[in-house]
């Protein structure tokens, strides 16, 4: 009986590891009234991330606990910046929260640096101009300040270029098993590639889905990703099924309100 009964706890513990682990942070910052985050940071996170500000209480406090592990495991370097980096890098983290708050898997192991350019920069890959990329070998990620401004203060383009590139690296991340605690994630990534490659004409034809998504293959996550935050009843109305497999590969639904 008492091996029965091990063998239970063990497998409640080894499965549900994480939820405990949170509930245990949410009761500790509840009952002692400790910042997690400074409150300068919490001022930057509230005016750059309308996510958070909708979050309910116990979820905020999630939010802000994965933001600050997140600011001890990524370095970020700053090109030609001589002030207020701490607000840029927190409105940059708060997007990877967001892309990952439904996730166990939200640090995005493959990636440790962020570098952060005033605005687009020549690329050291192919000597173009860019606003963003993702460099896997470097373990690198590569953003415009002036486009990751306007796609977190501009919320009806569906474009954000600090969510696209954080999902191509949280992409190369699962796909490459560097971490394995979503094992959900592939497999209904290729549900997701699988319905866009069947309807591709249509979602460029109804012009719905801007064309970029559809000009090679791993952009088409990263754009629908951006269209899923930015707006969620748009894609649900017009692509249910697709929007549905959205939810599930992040499982989380932004038309879901915290009661």
Same mark, same amino acid.
């Given at each position: 009986?008492?091996?029965?009964?091990?063998?239970?706890?063990?497998?409640?513990?080894? =499965?549900?590891?994480? !939820?405990?682990?949170?509930?245990?942070?949410?009761?500790?910052?509840?009952? %002692? =009234?400790?910042?997690?985050?400074?409150?300068?940071?919490? $001022?930057?996170?509230?005016?750059?991330?309308?996510?958070?500000?909708?979050?309910?209480? =116990?979820?905020?406090?999630?939010?802000?606990? $994965?933001?600050?592990?997140?600011?001890?495991?990524?370095?970020?370097?700053?090109?030609?910046?001589?002030?207020?980096?701490?607000?840029?890098?927190?409105?940059?983290?708060?997007?990877?929260?967001?892309?990952?708050?439904?996730?166990?898997?939200?640090?995005?192991?493959?990636?440790? $640096?962020?570098?952060?350019?005033?605005?687009?920069?020549?690329?050291?890959?192919?000597?173009?101009?860019?606003?963003?990329?993702?460099?896997?070998?470097?373990?690198?990620?590569?953003?415009?300040? $002036?486009?990751?401004?306007?796609?977190?203060?501009?919320?009806?383009?569906?474009?954000?270029?600090?969510?696209? !590139?954080?999902?191509?690296? *949280?992409?190369?991340?699962?796909?490459?098993?560097?971490?394995?605690?979503?094992?959900?994630?592939?497999? %209904?990534?290729?549900?997701?590639?699988?319905?866009?490659?069947?309807?591709?004409?249509?979602?460029?034809?109804?012009?719905?889905?801007?064309?970029?998504?559809?000009?090679?293959?791993?952009?088409? *996550?990263?754009? *629908?990703?951006?269209?899923?935050?930015?707006?969620?009843?748009?894609?649900?109305? =017009?692509?249910?099924?697709?929007?549905?497999?959205?939810?599930?590969?992040?499982?989380?639904?932004?038309?879901?309100?915290?009661?």
């Amino acid at each position: 009986m008492f091996e029965i009964l091990f063998i239970v706890i063990f497998f409640i513990i080894s =499965n549900y590891k994480d !939820e405990l682990w949170e509930f245990l942070i949410i009761v500790y910052y509840k009952k %002692t =009234n400790k910042r997690i985050i400074s409150e300068l940071e919490e $001022r930057h996170l509230k005016s750059y991330c309308s996510y958070y500000n909708q979050l309910n209480e =116990n979820d905020q406090i999630i939010f802000k606990y $994965r933001l600050r592990r997140l600011k001890s495991s990524i370095k970020f370097i700053f090109r030609s910046f001589d002030g207020q980096k701490k607000e840029k890098m927190i409105a940059i983290l708060a997007n990877q929260v967001k892309l990952t708050f439904g996730l166990q898997c939200y640090k995005i192991k493959a990636f440790e $640096r962020i570098i952060v350019y005033p605005t687009e920069y020549k690329s050291y890959y192919n000597n173009e101009m860019h606003i963003g990329e993702t460099n896997p070998g470097l373990g690198t990620i590569v953003m415009s300040w $002036r486009d990751v401004y306007d796609g977190i203060k501009i919320t009806s383009d569906n474009l954000n270029v600090a969510l696209h !590139e954080l999902t191509h690296a *949280l992409y190369f991340t699962m796909s490459y098993n560097y971490d394995d605690c979503d094992s959900h994630f592939i497999s %209904t990534y290729k549900k997701i590639m699988a319905y866009t490659g069947k309807y591709r004409q249509k979602m460029i034809d109804d012009g719905l889905i801007r064309a970029y998504a559809f000009s090679n293959k791993h952009e088409t *996550l990263p754009v *629908l990703v951006e269209h899923f935050f930015e707006n969620p009843e748009e894609l649900k109305q =017009n692509y249910p099924k697709l929007f549905k497999l959205l939810v599930k590969l992040l499982k989380q639904n932004p038309l879901v309100e915290d009661e």
